[in-house]
């Protein structure tokens, strides 16, 4: 594509609107098009000579997902346009889930023209709304809607920088129409851009309050600590190593983020470690209760996993940035002290105050220390060998098990630089490869209908580093987006996705089947309105028609190896995607 730059001065309000965006670091803006912003579309492609590169989406939802993949994988925000008040409202699903999980999206949309007399016949009246950002002001960090291209600068420079501070989310700033499409009177200084827009500090903790917490953690003879959030920092990854080895902390990771090696011995996610822990350190976890609770499924019924007596901790946002309106934040959990601050500054002056207590302990204490330690990794081996004994009871079945489709992946994925897109083919893949570096893997998926276009995002921020990116994709949430396999050709992604196609929305199908047994109704209704046959997609020859490399349906284990290695050299020595479809068992 030409750079083609017809003036070098903006003539239209949607070429100062450009420049604002070029000044703040843009670097995509992902959309599916529209009217409302066509005065703005016209500058980004014409005004702006290319410089930020257009991702054209076939449905909103999937333009928020690729924002959201790239914003995790990047830790740098993303623009993404919608379509005055019906592209907003297609995308209000990809806004919220970038909400709950703290990714940082420039939303912008065209709207009205607020200006009556300048509104065409019926369309820009049915598309428009009194206050577009109503419709996400519950899961956006801010809105507004500029009144004068004066005011544009400021707004967008605020936006940016409140999306940008920590908790990150999605802000939305509707551009009216009428200013875009205005010719610029007089001329919008941006001169002061760069300070307007820049983040401000961290949240520093109280320093009694974080000597305090360190002292109780090391006073602690079992501690545990849970990992929600804090690898969104990358240098936070191996602070909690540190931290885990000095002191001699389990840990027990979410996976919302790359927090913490899962081959350390000192990982003990899936094991009993929580029953037996004295004090449990709560590190960034928004919920507080999921890792720390057991749930029986069909009656709903909820018991704590933590021994009457232990001490609860906690560092991280706490009611900072809590929402009015969502409920993602969970059941609020009794602490005995809680430290509020930023976990990518307090971590380290955390574990600089432990090495302080540890440096003056006597020998007796250092060997409990010892031994604590040593527990811990006997836990880790204990659980590693459970997966690893499960896995093989599974492994000669078809269609493949999942724990083999994710060992089989596993063998050709390690030979090289690799990264995770969102999927964990039901935390199997947590249980079989080495996840030894933070930018392997974002975190884990939210839920049906995210994960592909996360993923291209996440591919979409590794293009061109040489990493062979990888996405464990669900069959049902393919079902909900299959056209954004064209966005990977179209803009030749380097994703290699591997089918987890159980042929079902299983997750739902467990549901009824417990239900089934608990009510006595019969269990092979338990599939109605749940699987995904009769007739089976064929996904490799959907994506043949999208112009990916594909192979499949692949039901026989022993041809998955294979078939994997081939479509990452496809990958890798072309740049281009491709898919292997691989036919599992429903769990």
């Known amino acids: 594509m030409t750079n083609f730059a017809p003036y070098d001065e903006p003539v239209w309000g949607s070429d100062v609107m450009v420049d604002v965006l070029r000044r703040l670091g843009l670097k995509y803006v992902a959309l599916n098009p529209g009217s409302s912003f066509r005065g703005l579309h016209d500058s980004l492609v014409n005004y702006g000579g290319d410089e930020i590169t257009m991702i054209e989406c076939p449905h909103e939802k999937i333009a928020m997902g690729v924002a959201h993949g790239y914003a995790k994988a990047t830790g740098e925000p993303m623009a993404v346009i919608l379509h005055d008040l019906v592209g907003l409202l297609h995308g209000t699903m990809g806004v919220y889930y970038a909400y709950i999980d703290r990714t940082p999206v420039l939303v912008l ?8 007399a300048r509104r065409r016949p019926n369309i820009d009246w049915i598309h428009s709304a009194n206050v577009q950002g109503e419709a996400v002001r519950a899961y956006t960090k801010w809105d507004h809607e500029p009144r004068s291209l004066a005011s544009v600068p400021t707004v967008l420079a605020r936006a940016h920088r409140i999306a940008n501070e920590e908790p990150r989310g999605p802000v939305y700033v509707a551009l009216d129409a009428g200013l875009q499409e205005d010719r610029v009177a007089e001329p919008v200084p941006l001169d002061d851009l760069p300070r307007l827009a820049a983040v401000p500090s961290t949240l520093a903790p109280d320093p009694a309050a974080l000597r305090a917490l360190a002292e109780r953690l090391c006073a602690a003879r079992r501690p545990i600590m849970v990992l929600g959030y804090p690898g969104r920092h990358p240098g936070s990854f ?7 080895e000095d002191v001699g902390i389990g840990a027990v990771d979410t996976h ?3 927090n913490f090696p899962n081959r350390h011995e000192l990982n003990v996610t899936g094991s009993e470690a929580l029953e037996g822990a004295d004090s449990v350190l709560f590190v960034d976890v928004k919920d507080m209760g999921k890792a720390t609770q057991r749930l029986e499924s069909t009656t709903r019924r909820i018991t704590s996993r933590l021994a009457a007596g232990c001490t609860v901790l ?4 706490n009611d900072v940035g809590i929402s009015s309106w969502s409920e993602d934040y969970a059941e609020l959990v009794p602490t005995d002290l809680q430290v509020t601050a930023d976990t990518a500054g307090a971590l380290p002056l955390l574990l600089a105050e432990c090495r302080r207590i540890l440096d003056g302990e006597s020998p007796e204490r250092r060997a409990e220390r010892a031994d604590w330690r040593e527990r811990l990794s006997a836990m880790h081996r204990s659980t590693w060998d459970g997966w690893r004994r499960r896995a093989d009871e599974g492994a000669d079945r078809s269609p493949v098990s999942t724990s083999r489709l994710a060992a089989e992946v596993w063998q050709v994925v390690r030979e090289h630089d690799w990264v995770l897109t969102a999927g964990t083919a039901a935390e199997w893949a947590l249980r079989t490869w080495d996840f030894d570096r933070p930018y392997r893997h974002p975190g884990r998926q939210l839920g049906t209908a995210t994960q592909i276009g996360i993923s291209l995002g996440v591919a979409l921020a590794h293009k061109g580093t040489g990493r062979l990116v990888v996405d464990l994709q669900p069959d049902g949430d393919l079902m909900f987006d299959v056209g954004a396999l064209w966005v990977a050709s179209r803009y030749e992604l380097p994703l290699l996705v591997v089918m987890f196609n159980n042929r079902a929305y299983y997750n739902d199908w467990e549901h009824q089947e417990r ?32 112009g990916w ?19 990452a050299d496809h990958v890798l020595g072309t740049g281009r995607p491709a898919l ?8």
């Open 109 to 116: 949309g065209g709207s009205g023209p607020a200006d009556h």
């Open 314 to 317: 906690d560092l991280g946002f």
């Open 256 to 258: 919302w983020r790359s």
């Open 238 to 244: 191996e602070v909690l190593v540190d931290l885990a």
């Open 549 to 567: 490399w594909a192979d499949g349906p692949v039901t026989d284990p022993g041809r998955v190896r294979d078939a994997v290695r081939k479509a």
């Open 580 to 587: 292997v479809d691989v036919v599992c068992q429903p769990k």
């Open 515 to 546: 239900l089934a047994r608990q009510r006595g109704t019969p269990m092979e209704r338990a599939s109605i309105g749940m699987a995904i046959d009769t007739p089976a997609p064929d996904f490799a020859a959907v994506a043949r028609g999208f």
